[in-house]
């Protein structure tokens, strides 16, 4: 079954690029992965009709206890084959009917989309799963119907549809959550019936899905989306609005009735529902003037009697409301599919206009009177076995059920109606006027429509077909208890054949009459003014103006208001996490450790150093703060017997210095500290003061508690013996974590890549737009004292050039001359960290920064050029390099038929060799290949 | 010592969203970068600091009262990304400079947003015009006005490096 779906989701990735390559032709293609899951499924058919379920189950969450599970039983498989079966017509029809249309690709896309999750739908056991399938057709259904968005009505309509549906999607999950809770189980075969009927949260639960099935299949109140919906070419609404998306909800329901039905309260909401939905659909089909839209009435008259039908839970009842769901599935499509073809060869669809169409579309005329029969449910039509089960099905009720069969014969009657003037009227008659000179269309259209009305002849006729391999099975699985199911076309002299004749007496005087019948109700024009449509645009329009007024609030673009009012939720939420995890007060901790001077002082100097960087306004005072504040965080690690962390901490303060002074020098001098208006700097300031004493409480709560576990403890004792390593914090780095740190050097390299772009810039071209006070040629500010050497006569003509010279400020020999050796010891050193990092402190972090600096005085000294030529490889070939390797030291292990990044070891002579040491040395070259990206473009663009 | 660093932690947490709030972006950027430094530290000091030796063990097994290894591999990481996002913090920093010559947080959005691609110009106000069709649109358009540029022309002309009296 996953197969299938599979096969029509693949089927959907390839229809644009088949599109684009056959055009119209794609369409033959296409049509024959729905073939091939109809043809599966027929050939399920047998196992199913013999009583058997057939299941299958992908494991999605197993912590929560939800999976994809799958299940073929009689009601699935009838589904199943409709939706294949008519869809393999649909996509051959929509290839014909959109031949010219330069997106068509792109529709059979969608289709094929909407036919994978309306499969999935009904093929789904479990609730999250069929509610996920559920979601993607409402999603899929707004995409087809707004498939020519040029046109105003029809994105108006999708949004419509979108909006209800969606709208009820979201109780649907309320109440499937609620279902999945109290029913017991996750699965739909799994549910407990008389634990829901019993519980508490019955009413809720019946009220949310009900809302969820009602927005999806159409019933008043939520109506308004389907005749809108004709907006969509006619494939659309032949496929999605009469055969398959609208009974979703049916479905849905017909799903749930073991579970959840039997209640009075099910039954009575279901049956008056239905019935008022009956009513409207076939009192304003009438009205129509356009085929289309009497169609789609008709489909809400339908659907409203099949929710009628189901609420009776009677044997006939539901062995109508099966027969019903095929019958008019079949004719429907028929219909839309004939009326789209009388669209496409005329040019209209207005009633008025049309008229003897038989002779010149003899074909579709057949069809259409076959299908027309079965809509009025004449004899021998499968349609006339669902009209008479229905009578039957709503007689057994009583009292309650003559009413509704009052309402029943209603409705059908004018059903017969409409079939009579979408059939009589549009090919019988005298000659129409059309736009365009009427012809016969292409076989893919006229074969779906053919196909359809000839099998509600056949169904009819050799009822004996239908009821044993697709109905019998289908009912049993709506129903709560077994039920004998039994088609016949002649019952004898029932109550239920009397109503029939009184229907097709009704429906003809209707017909005969229909014009009077229509001036009568135009004349109720108090009703028609509640048009829902009305109401339904003045609410959006309600709702989008809160909406901007909402967003106005709150989304002002203003950084400071954002962040102020997001770090005062995040107190209060601390605030009340911390109120809920302990009774009584702040926990303040017994047993601390004692006071250690040295790390005294490194707090000191980084709450001072980050003080002086808030509030002092110089640039120099600015990078010598904040350099200060990082040495005193260093001096904390260190004191807290932290040496690989201090390291880190120091050549990273280092680096920071050096990246803010050269950004510096290209930013205005900073004297504005805090906020003008001194209400809004107070403001701050208490912002800013709340966050830190909750942060504060924090911290003591946490340090108060001994720590959990001792996880500490396993990392010590297996650092050497599994890790081969004495540091243990490396060995956490590169071995037991290495996937943590792979990801961590992912970061940095694309952060790298990512900066550098920018920091190269567009220097060139006005790159100092505004601000007084600034002078490019500021490195050239000093020549006279450091740049006259005899040594570089270059430095006379003007402004030094960084990128082949150096920048100015370090033109002197002496320095020159020095930092030669000490960019080479300092290279070593970097490459003796990473050697010894697996025993001692060092690593690859620490190496990679100890050479980029190495390398940044070779550029500020000599240029960027030179330093470049030193290196010899871009430092993007060394990032990726250091990237190819780390992840290549997992993959030794993988290799091995092993987890990825498990560490494997070799001893030549003694000296452990292994892919961690690999691992380090790949973090080593990303880290250096990253920051020397930087740093080489924001040095090499200053000229 | 824990709750010397507690207090030291919030206090740098503190100023670090002093900074944030801070009227040029720059002190935003660095702001970003104490706000880092508190962080770290709180979470080098959650596995507790009483610690007596650093975490190096020998053939004999681990020291007595070893520093917890555990919150100094992860600080060490968050340092080293840390660092790459305030040096991309700071790239952006430089570029908006360069294409708006303009780095005050309140002018900034306005300044740099580029309108909606979709959307008609800005300078026209949001009217709901009559009919059922249009409801939808109009609503669909900006719903703050204020937000995007009042001459999006200039923007454009900054954003092309126009000459160096281009002003937002």
Known sequence: MLASISLIAFAMLAAVPLAARLGQRAGWL????????????????PTVAGGDVITSTLAWVPALGVELAFRLDGLSLLFALLITGIGTLIVLYAGAYLSDHHHLGRFHAYLLGFMAAMLGLVLADDLIAMFVFWELTSVSSFLLIAFQHDKAESRRAALQALLITGGGGLALLAGLILLGNVGGSWQFSGLSGEAIAGHALYPAILTLVLIGAFTKSAQVPFHLWLPNAMAAPTPVSAYLHSATMVKAGVYLLARLNPALGGSTSWSTILITIGAATAL??????????????????????????????LGTNTHYGLQAFTIYLVAHAFYKAALFMAVGAVDHATGTRQIALLGGLMRHMPLTGVAVALAAFSNAGLPPFFGFIAKEFKYAGLIELGLAGWITTAVMILTNALLLTAAGVVFLRTFLGKEGRYPHAPHEVSLPMWTGPMLLAVGGFVFGAFNNLAEVWLIDAAVQAVSRTAVPVNLYLWGGFTPALLASLLTVTLGVF???QRTRLRRRLSLWRVLWRVSGDRVWDRLLKRVFAFATRVADRFQHGSLRQHISWLVLAIAVCALIGMAASTADDLVWPEQTSPLNIAALLGCV?????????????????????????????????????????????????????????????KLPPTRLVGSRNPAARRFHAIVAIVLGSVVSAMMLMTVSQPLPGDIAQWYLDNSLPAGKGANVVNVILVD??????????????????????????????????GSAG??????????????????????????????????????????????????????????VLLWRGHNLPGGGFIGGLVAASATVLLALAFGVARARAVLRVSPVVMLAAGLALAAGAGVMGLVQGEAFLTGNWIFPGGLPLGTPLLFDVGVFLTVLGAVLHMLLRLIGQED | MEIIVSITVGLLVAIGIWMLLDRGLLRVVLGIVVLGNGVNLAVFSAGRLDGRAAAFVTEAGAPALAANPLPQA???????????????????????????????????????????????????????TSGVAAAPQAAGASPAPGVLPATPAAAKATRHGAAAGGQA
């Open chain 1, 774 to 831: 600034f002078d490019p040629a500021d490195g050239a500010r000093h020549p006279a004292r450091a740049g006259s050497t005899p040594d570089c006569p270059e430095a006379f003509d003007g402004p030094a050039s960084p990128t082949s010279q150096g920048s100015a400020d370090f033109a002197s020999v002496l320095l020159r001359q020095a930092i030669l050796p000490l960019s080479g010891l300092l290279a070593l050193v970097s490459l």
């Open chain 1, 510 to 512: 209707f017909y005969l």
């Open chain 1, 736 to 769: 037991f974590r290495a996937l943590d740190t792979l990801g961590e050097i992912l970061v940095v390299g694309l952060a790298g890549l990512a900066a550098a772009g920018l920091l190269a810039g567009s220097a060139r071209a006005g790159g100092r737009p």
């Open chain 1, 280 to 309: 409207v659909g076939a009192v304003l089909a009438i009205r129509q003037t356009d085929l289309k839209r009497v169609l789609a009435y008709t489909t809400v008259t339908v659907l409203g009697q099949l929710t009628m039908l």
């Open chain 1, 605 to 665: 100097l980084a709450v001072a150093g980050a003080a002086a960087a808030a509030t002092m306004p110089g640039r120099v005072a600015l990078v010598a703060t904040l350099g200060a504040s990082g040495l005193g965080m260093a001096m904390i690690f260190l004191a807290a017997r932290a040496p690989d962390v201090a390291i880190t901490q120091l050549m990273v303060e280092t680096l920071t210095v050096i990246f803010l002074a050269l950004v510096l020098r």
């Open chain 2, 74 to 128: 992860l600080v060490l990481t968050a340092i080293v990304i840390g660092f790459a996002l305030f040096v991309f913090a700071l790239a952006v920093l430089k570029r908006s400079w360069e294409l708006h010559g303009n780095v005050e947080t309140d002018r900034i959005t306005a300044v740099a947003e580029e309108p909606a691609p979709d959307l008609p110009a800005p300078a026209q106000s949001v009217t709901p």
């Open chain 1, 30 to 45: 296409l049509a024959l992965a729905p073939l091939a899951a109809f043809i599966h499924f027929l050939s399920q058919m």
